[in-house]
């Protein structure tokens, strides 16, 4: 079944692009095209009006599979349908994709089609071949000509658009937080259980109220205050405890101090605190599991 997920995600970023009037840079060598639009690079926004682009961008960064909502100071997620290929096949930022000396984070339903990486999609088993493809990216720096044609030579498409911002931005805030249920995917993948068999998913997670270092807060929300609740055909108790950030012998710290004992490497931090703080399931024969509680950040 084709979904047609980077078609759909095309489209929303296209209109809203329009919506907020971002500034377009494109690119073109034949029939080769290549969309880039300043969702906070350069550009500046008012916070309400970044939160609401940052929502935006978060939904196609699930392939339109998901719905991201601002709700009394925090963010819900939706993914009725196929949370996995929503969560893991595009958007977790599985993508290294270099800018002359420098790397951005890339996710997106692009991803898919550039198999990026393969042993996640693979997994999943969903797969496209759009003529036009999205991607988000995270990055200081505007994506040039050179890296536009990389990607599209990488994920076969004619057209593409991306939605750039960084990472220290309302935007790029957002979409940290708009992660919390692929975060919590994530994590039950990590320990082994087939995604596929989740139905739904929705999660929550509360806004900081001073968004700076967003990295940092946005981490320190999905892992002290971030819910997941998700529906799944059949459920393996023994892993409800093990799916949430308590589980980690370096909880308790705030995200930052983590970061700085790892020595800034992402691959030295203990992988079990990239959990949300609680999670709910249900199976399919109406059993519920529960474990962890938010908790006071600091």
Not at 74 to 89: D, G, M, Q, R, Y
Not at 100 to 116: Q, V
Not at 202 to 231: L, R, T
Request: with cysteine; net charge neutral.
């Amino acid at each position: 079944m084709d979904l047609k997920l980077n078609q759909r995600a095309y489209e929303l970023l296209n209109k809203t692009a329009e919506e907020f009037e971002l500034r377009r840079i494109e690119y073109s060598v034949g029939v080769k095209k290549a969309t880039v639009i300043d969702a906070g690079i350069n550009a500046k926004f008012m916070q309400k009006k970044s939160f609401e682009l940052g929502a935006k961008i978060a939904d196609a960064s699930m392939g339109c599979l998901g719905r991201t909502e601002i709700k009394n100071n925090a963010l819900e997620i939706t993914i009725p349908e196929k949370p996995a290929v929503a969560a893991l096949s595009c958007q977790l930022a599985g993508w290294e994709i270099p800018i002359g000396s420098h790397k951005a984070l890339g996710s997106g339903p692009a991803r898919i089609p550039a198999k990026k990486p393969a042993k996640i999609i693979d997994k999943i088993g969903y797969f496209e071949s759009p003529r036009k493809a999205a991607l988000i990216l995270e990055t200081d720096h505007v994506p040039d000509k050179e890296t536009c044609l990389k990607i599209l030579e990488d994920t076969k498409a004619e057209e593409l658009i991306i939605a750039a911002f960084k990472g220290n931005t309302d935007t790029g805030l957002i979409n940290i937080l708009a992660r919390v249920v692929e975060v919590g995917i994530f994590r039950l993948n990590n320990l082994g259980y087939d995604t596929k068999k989740i139905i739904c998913a929705e999660g929550s997670v509360p806004i900081p109220m001073i968004p700076v270092d967003a990295m940092f807060k946005g981490n320190d929300s999905i892992i002290y205050q971030g819910n997941v609740g998700i529906k799944v055909d059949t459920w393996d108790s023994a892993l409800t405890d093990k799916a949430v950030s308590s589980s980690s012998p370096v909880y308790g710290k705030c995200f930052q101090d983590i970061f700085n004992d790892a020595l800034g490497d992402f691959y030295r931090i203990d992988a079990n605190i990239f959990s949300p703080a609680e999670i709910s399931v249900v199976d399919g024969k109406g059993n519920k599991y529960h474990s962890g509680a938010a908790r006071p950040i600091y």
